[in-house]
Structures are given as structure tokens and as C-alpha cells.
């Protein structure tokens, strides 16, 4: 079974900065591309950012995060990451990993917490 499992959420001052970690199980990690997606309070699911397989070579970032957030993966870790940089009381949300380009499949983890606040 597709296990996602994230962490490195928490709060935050705006300004601040926040790694998140996804470690995935069940897949053949390498193969598939792998996605960031938010839900703020009373908001639906909006997806972040995402990175191609393999080498990640590929990427896409919202407009909303661009140039603040940068997705990376470690294929020997099975391992996806976040860095949230200069963070904004509009980023906070439930932070979840997601399995495929565009997140919007039933591959989802339990979340990290954002919360960004001062």
C-alpha cells in the first residue's frame, strides 16, 4: 500500500522559514512524480508545487509560492522536501505529500500543520 508520511510543519513567524519532509513507502518512489498540495481553514485543496521523476529536472511552483518555496527529492531516501521561505500568514494550512504531477489523486498523506502567525 502507498504510505506518505509527512512532518516539519509547526508555527512560524512571518519572515521565517520551514522544511517539510514526505517519506514514502509502498511505490516505486523514483518512477512517479510527486506533488505538494495546502487546505487553509474554510479553503479547498490547492496544489503548491510539484517535481517530475527521476531527477526531478522538471518542477512547477503556484504563483503564490514562487520564488519562496523550493520542492526537491532524495530518490535513495525515498524522501520528498519543502523549503517555505519567507513565509506569509496566507501560507498557513494542512501541508499535504501527494503522489502524481498534479496532487489531485486519492494518494495523499495525513498532513503537516503550517501555521504562520505573529
Known amino acids: 500500500d502507498v504510505q506518505l508520511v509527512e512532518s516539519g510543519g509547526g508555527l512560524v513567524q512571518p519572515g521565517g522559514s520551514l522544511r517539510l519532509s514526505c517519506a514514502a513507502s509502498?511505490?516505486?518512489?523514483?518512477?512517479?512524480?510527486m506533488s505538494w498540495v495546502r487546505q487553509a481553514p474554510g479553503k479547498g485543496l490547492e496544489r503548491v508545487s510539484s517535481?517530475?521523476?527521476?531527477?526531478?529536472?522538471?518542477?512547477y511552483y503556484a504563483d503564490s509560492v514562487k520564488g519562496r518555496f523550493t520542492i526537491s527529492r532524495d530518490n535513495a531516501k525515498n524522501t520528498l522536501y519543502l523549503q517555505l521561505n519567507s513565509l506569509k500568514t496566507e501560507d498557513t494550512a494542512m501541508y499535504y505529500c501527494?503522489?502524481?504531477?498534479?496532487?489531485?489523486?486519492?494518494?495523499r498523506g495525513q498532513g503537516t500543520q503550517v501555521t504562520v502567525s505573529s
Open positions: 517535481i517530475s521523476p527521476g531527477g526531478g529536472f522538471s518542477t
Open positions: 509502498g511505490f516505486t518512489f523514483n518512477n512517479y512524480a
Open positions: 501527494a503522489k502524481g504531477w498534479t496532487g489531485a489523486g486519492d494518494d
